[in-house]
């Protein structure tokens, strides 16, 4: 881990491309090394990185966040002032313009605060070092043909089923059909980054047909406020329902995991793999209240990347989803791939035959570094097969390399439905 001697001493001819790629592999692998070392409050480490690379003070995540910002959040002093020794930027702004002074103060870290202060740190707005007063483009540039007039949406009997930073999602209708609209808040309707996430978000959803995903319908890209309407699903969502009805039978759970795994199959699918990042049961809706039909929804964390090759590694590290689904090598900063999907799959069954969240008893972010630690939730619940048990070992796997992908998961999960016996003899056993 920690650098050696430089590849390029060695005067071979025709090595430049190695020795290019052996230094960035170095540059990311110390960029991930400083992130987690000041997430595990080890300032000894940290400053060890900074005396061999100063520049690693300026390390940035995918979501665009410093050593600083993540210090901040846990409200690490000792790492914070080894950070500013080495001129951190106390005004960096993250992908959601958030500084670290906005994290501490949602941590309500106040010694941590104080300290940022102290060095000139801004909270949350316009004022940071990164900000850059560019025009932002109109969220797509031509009107498509699912671009919706505003008129047309009737929000007389809305009722609000969602919120977020960001803005909020609303039943509505649109010419006469029930719709889900995700509405920006005007407050955030000029916000680049925001903008930004809203054109993401859209063109990821134009490219989406699949009965196990939530099916896009158009957007109001050109007025404010800007919208994005999805199919409205009348059974809610999976969180829900598994909060009133708790553990559910080896085949119910079985035939919801099929409807997950055959929509995360498709989102990927190479070469252009979508990597949800943040699947969970909030983020699984039931079709309509008799619950037999499932699709993944929310795409606002996803990522569409471009594979060339099978088995390439995304440079991307960041805590980015929900603690409590979120696999290791996302919380530890570590670079991953679309396995991380797989983990929070594992996660969701669970929970589906368990009746509870994995590892409930802990707060989510101690949930996550629980399992970051090498430790997973215990099978309990009396419908758990010896096969299950084995998928979802394999799924939840601290080597994502191990895990397997949703193609062998719909096999697996295939041929254990066919040896199952049947709710009716479940329900003898169970009583």
């Known amino acids: 881990m920690s650098s050696g001697s430089s590849p390029g001493d060695s005067g071979c001819s025709g ?51 410093t050593p ?38 949602g941590a309500k870290k106040h010694s941590m605060i104080e300290l940022l202060k102290s060095y000139g740190g801004l909270s949350y707005g316009q004022n940071g070092s990164h900000f850059e ?15 919706i007039d505003p008129s047309e949406l009737d929000f007389t ?31 955030l309707s000029d916000d680049r ?29 050109q007025r404010k406020p800007l919208m994005l309407i ?24 079985i035939n919801f995991a099929l409807d997950i795994a055959r929509g995360m199959a498709y989102l990927h699918n190479e070469p252009n793999v979508i990597i949800h990042r943040d699947l969970k049961p909030r983020n699984v809706l039931l079709v309509n209240s008799s619950a037999d039909h499932l699709k993944v929804g929310d795409f606002g964390l996803s990522k569409l990347i471009k594979v060339q090759n099978t088995h390439d590694v995304y440079k991307m590290t960041g805590e980015t989803g929900s603690y409590r689904y979120m696999a290791p090598e996302v919380f530890k900063h570590r670079r991953y791939d679309k396995k991380v999907d797989v983990f929070s799959f594992a996660m969701i069954l669970y929970e589906m035959l368990e009746g509870e969240p994995p590892l409930a008893h802990h707060e989510p972010y101690e949930a996550a570094k629980y399992v970051a630690e090498g430790q997973r939730p215990m099978f309990r619940a009396k419908g758990w097969t010896i096969e299950l048990k084995e998928l979802t070992d394999k799924c939840w796997s601290a080597d994502m390399n191990e895990r397997p992908s949703f193609l062998d998961i719909l096999k697996k999960l295939e041929k254990i439905k066919d040896s199952l016996p049947t709710d009716h003899h479940w329900n003898i056993f169970n009583t």
Request: aromatic letters at 6%; hydrophobic letters at 35%.
């Open 15 to 65: 090595s430049s491309t190695a020795v290019d790629k052996s230094k960035e592999k170095a540059r990311v692998s110390r960029t991930s090394l400083i992130l987690w070392h000041a997430h595990q409050k080890d300032a000894a480490s940290v400053r060890k990185l900074l005396e061999e690379d100063p520049s690693l003070v300026h390390a940035r995540d995918y979501d665009n966040r």
């Open 68 to 105: 600083l910002h993540v210090a901040s959040l846990h409200g690490w002093i000792d790492v914070a002032n080894c950070l500013i020794d080495y001129g951190a930027d106390v005004n960096a702004q993250d992908r959601w313009r958030n500084t670290p002074l906005a994290d501490a103060e």
């Open 133 to 147: 007063p560019k025009p932002v483009p109109p969220p797509l540039p031509n009107k498509c043909d699912w671009e």
């Open 157 to 187: 009997n809305s009722n609000i089923i969602g919120k977020g930073s960001f803005g909020e999602i609303l039943k509505a209708h649109w010419r006469g059909t029930p719709v889900a609209v995700k509405r920006i808040l005007p407050s």
């Open 193 to 221: 980054l925001v903008i930004q996430d809203f054109r993401h978000e859209v063109n990821l959803l134009v490219k989406l047909r699949h009965p196990n995903i939530v099916q896009f319908l158009g957007a109001v890209t």
């Open 230 to 253: 999805t199919e409205y699903l009348r059974g809610g969502d999976l969180h829900q329902y598994l909060k009133e009805k708790g553990a559910l039978s080896p085949s119910t759970a």
